[in-house]
């Protein structure tokens, strides 16, 4: 039996933040409902498809997943456990921002089964939430954490941004100084990347952001800080207590099987990939014709079959993402073949860089190797 992941996305917001460019937009009480409609639909009718599958891990992610009626959010997990097989131990993570939870929306969580719990922070100064437009403050973050804790969550992720405009290395200092003082199981930190397109990214002449080498040095400060802190890094931009690391994203990035459902969600099963519409009819449709489908409905239009190449590719680029790197026996038993054979020329030029090292029978990152990763892995694509 193989392991599965599920995604479900959730696209609306209260509002956008101005650095976003993920698919989500506000929309109203009914419309919401309807939504929810569509998505359980969804996930009753592809259930068929993965009878051989065992779920590990489950990850509604958004836009704000927090947003919908408690009562919704239970009946899309009941949908999901009726209609899948779930491990004892499943994972079941939610997104949420500060501001649209309460109490009670929270002890509801926890009896529907969601174990952890990623809350949006992004920074402790309110100035610099305004600036990315945050619809919540520090103080209003400290109440949903506290709230989170006393409905008896013991795995919560923070996610915290640096390269914010008007931050400096100062305030961020602050803010990582903050986030640890607290003691979650699990920090992402993650520099702002300005999206064309985004709201921010027009508006960038309007404020000062921290320079390259000012990023990098927050950047520095987060992994020497965390450490002494008693967060392993276990990936370039996620730390965690031993036994936290966030098992949905380890799935992304080691290339197990996941299905997403939901507006724009995307999938991989077996070496295939696949997406939903981004638009809402064309969701609609696309839901209600699955009812009329004799096969998986994303064999029929927009799936990519990736070839060995393709697949080599990102084993090495979605792998080197983590600090334990690529196991090259690993590598061997996927492609029936060594990594040297394959990759040779390219680790031996990485490794005399001092961009990779070689640490029982696997590949990794050096220090200096995570520093300049997207180069690295870009020298792993074929031409």
Known sequence: MRDLSIYIHIPFCVRKCLYCDFLSFTASAGEIESYVNLLVQEIEEQSVFYRDHRVISVFLGGGTPSILPAEEIGRILQAVRENYRMTDEVEITMECNPGTVTAEKLGNYITYGINRLSIGLQSTQDEELARIGRIHDYEMFLHTYRAARTAGFVNINIDLMAALPGQSIASYRESLERVADLAPEHISAYSLILEEGTPLYERKGQYSFPTEDEDREMYQMTKEYLAERGYQRYEISNYAREGFACRHNQVYWQRGDYVGFGLGAASMVGDVRWSAPESMKEYKDYVEN?????????????????????????????????????GCQDFYEKFGCTMEAVYGPVIEKMISQNLLQKENGYIKLTDRGIDVSNYVMAEFLFE
């Open 290 to 326: 699955m009812r009329t489908c004799t096969e998986n409905v994303f064999q029929q239009a927009g799936v990519q079959v990736l070839t060995m190449q393709e697949q080599m590719e990102e084993c090495m680029f979605l792998g080197l993402r983590m600090m334990c790197g690529v």
